[in-house]
């Protein structure tokens, strides 16, 4: 499957270098996409992925991930001609979150998940991973056991699209918390998180389910 990246940052190189070695093609993508920055990541993968515009990734992806700093994010969906979005699912691993005088979030009677579906009412926008560290996202490793990753977004046939790929990714516990509203619970447990590692000075560290 083709998986078009908005973004080319820590997250888009991780997430892209994971699922060209699951067997996915990938472009991540740039307002710089010929910068030298890139280079390392484009041997990395090969043949199997590429560095291109934003536009040229929505094109590109059977399924799009937008991996874009909060701020950016609607200036760059505003770019895409949105019959390049259309039925197409959009996984949200964004958080709308502030660092000065302590982390807090941005949003707080709505989530950056809600408001992407908004933004883009022809697609299937699904929130997932933002709540671990890119260092987590592929083949998350912990001597405790498996890490928990929630999902959530408004399209049944999405979530299976997003579950198969993140089973893809190495995540063996995922809880679809429900509709696409539910990403605000999703954006608080990253604070949470966040909070958790800078007070146990543990980071890259996850959220686990205890089970009976
Ligand atoms: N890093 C993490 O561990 C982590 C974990 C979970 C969730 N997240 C979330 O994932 C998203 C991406 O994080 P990241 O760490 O990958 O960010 P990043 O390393 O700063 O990369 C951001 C990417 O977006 C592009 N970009 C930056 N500002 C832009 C703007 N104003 N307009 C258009 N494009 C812009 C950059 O493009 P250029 O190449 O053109 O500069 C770069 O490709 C954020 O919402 C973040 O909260 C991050």
Redesign the pocket.
Known sequence: MNIGI?????????LGRGLVRAGYRVF??????D?P??SAWKQEVGGSGDVTS?GEAARFGEMII????????K??LETIDPADLKNKTVID?????HFDNGPRLLLVDTS?GAIIQTLLPESHVVKT?????????IHPQFKEGAPLMFMSGNDPSSKDQVRALLTDLGWSTIVDLGDIQQSRLQESI?LACVISEMQLQSPGSAFALLRH
């Open positions: 908005l973004g080319a940052g820590n997250v888009g190189k991780a991540i993508s740039s307002r710089e996409p910068s920055k890139h934003f937008a991996a874009l700093p909060w701020s950016g994010l200036g760059v691993v964004s958080n709308a979150v950056a991973l933002n709540n671990v560290s890119d260092k987590v996202m990253m």
